[in-house]
């Protein structure tokens, strides 16, 4: 992972040169991380707190709020505490690490998203072998193998952006260290391996959803047979928030990294990455728990157990 330029910090995109606006954006960001933390970490307590929730879909969907958590954590601090303290410095170190932890959190998303597809196929597509299929082993197999294999895929993504030379300044025009703007600061145009690496890439996460987008042409070929209509309307409320889940994960990061970079920046680049980058972490509890009456009903009986104890406490101590 070494460079060849004597590069030892780059400078973020700011939101504002007003102090105002760098106030206001630290605020706004800190609502919206405080959100997400909330929202991802009372998912994470209900599903495990709650013996009746721990299915597959619910273990899946608890590892997507702890990706969930780790996205937020990386990107919105690091933006806040520039803004407060009026700077736009992060170290090469530090650029370092949001580039991997960044890679690995949004390719970890998509993988789970990937694995919680097939969950749904065979639920609803062949009900009889769910059990046997999608047992506690087989699940804790797929999630650490969907874990296992990001770390080693984002290390090597990582270490191929940072192996290049920049020579075009260290100005990288985004709130973070976002891959297709550190490529803009290449001395040259990428080498045969890199090409080939992003190739692969583009190819893995085309397999993957053209795979979710089969699982579920046969999920709704398999629904619109059901002939009950509670039944049928059970299937598409478990399938659909995941649906909401996958459309906006993809279509915010397709044209965040597709699009062609502006030579200069534009707050149209903030706003995508933000709607990329920020949003699906902290609305994927929402959406999840929104038609969820199993989700509402343990945060409900939850709620209720913790005012109990708390109310049975202060009758103890008088």
């Known amino acids: 992972m070494s460079s060849q330029t004597n ?6 995109l700011g939101f504002s040169d007003i102090r105002e606006l760098q106030i ?30 721990h299915t597959p879909m619910y273990f899946f969907l608890m590892n997507l709020s702890i990706l969930d958590l780790g996205t937020i954590s990386v990107i919105i601090p690091k933006s806040m505490a520039n803004s407060l303290m009026n700077t736009r410095l992060i170290s090469y170190s530090g650029c370092v690490a949001q580039v991997f932890l960044v890679f690995f959190f949004a ?40 874990w296992i294999s990001v770390i080693l895929y984002s290390a090597v993504h990582t270490g191929n952006t940072f192996a290049i030379s920049f020579c075009g300044g260290n100005v990288v025009d985004q709130f973070f260290c976002q891959i297709p703007q550190l490529l803009k600061l290449a001395c040259s145009d990428l080498d045969l391996s890199e090409v ?55 279509s915010t990061g397709i044209f965040a ?22 949003l699906p972490p902290v609305m994927n509890p929402i959406i999840y728990s929104m038609r969820n009456k199993e989700i509402k009903a343990s945060l409900r009986k939850l709620t209720g157990w913790s005012l109990f104890s708390k109310n049975k406490m202060s009758i103890f101590l008088l």
């Open 24 to 53: 206001l954006h630290f605020v706004v960001f800190l609502v919206i991380y405080l959100a997400g933390m909330m929202g991802n970490l009372l998912f994470i307590m209900v599903v495990a707190l709650d013996h009746h929730l």
């Open 107 to 146: 390719s970890a998303d998509f993988a789970i998203l990937t694995i919680m597809a097939y969950d749904r196929y065979v639920a609803i597509c062949q009900p009889l072998h769910y059990e046997r299929v999608m047992n506690r082993r087989a699940c804790v197999q797929m999630a650490a193998s969907a």
């Open 196 to 250: 080939g690496f992003l190739i692969f890439s583009v190819c893995l996460a085309s397999s993957c959803f053209v795979f979710i987008i089969v699982s579920y042409v046969q999920i709704f070929t398999t629904v619109l047979r059901i002939p009950s209509e509670q039944s049928r309307h059970k299937a598409f409320s478990t399938c659909l928030p995941h649906l909401i889940v996958i459309s906006l994960f993809v």
């Open 7 to 12: 590069i030892t910090e780059f400078l973020l």
């Open 257 to 278: 990294y597709l699009k062609p970079t502006s030579s200069s920046p534009s707050g149209l680049d903030l706003m995508v990455a933000v709607l990329y980058s920020v």
